[in-house]
């Protein structure tokens, strides 16, 4: 079965740090580019960082030298390292394959002291 599955999202405080996970499945992983995108409430979803399948990333202004995302592709895994985390982070986030409309179910983020 082609899916994606997020975990590891919760409620953080103010400069606290999450990693969120994303599991793969039903294609191989290591030809796709993989994303992760954000919706805060009441808002559009937008993009937050991409990896290439050989690694190379990029990344919106506005978590730059906070987040990190990565791939492990031997376990057809993708994560995101979120630091210093501030309220404007709070939203659903979700990983996404690029080429081919693939989303998983969204995982909740929720910094707020």
């Known amino acids: 079965q082609v899916q994606l599955v997020e975990s590891g999202g919760g409620l953080v405080q103010p400069g606290g740090s999450l990693r969120l996970s994303c599991a793969a499945s039903g294609f191989t992983f290591s030809n796709y580019g993989m994303r992760w995108y954000r919706q805060p409430p009441g808002k559009q979803r937008d993009l937050v960082a991409s990896?290439?399948?050989?690694?190379?990333?990029s990344y919106v202004d506005s978590v730059k030298g906070r987040f990190t995302i990565s791939r492990d592709n031997a376990k057809n895994m993708v994560y995101l390292q979120m630091n210093s985390l501030k309220p404007e982070d709070t939203a659903v986030y979700y990983c996404?394959?690029?080429?081919?409309?693939?989303w998983g179910q969204g995982t909740q983020v929720t910094v707020s002291s």
């Open positions: 996404n394959r690029f080429l081919g409309g693939l």
């Open positions: 990896i290439a399948g050989g690694g190379g990333t």
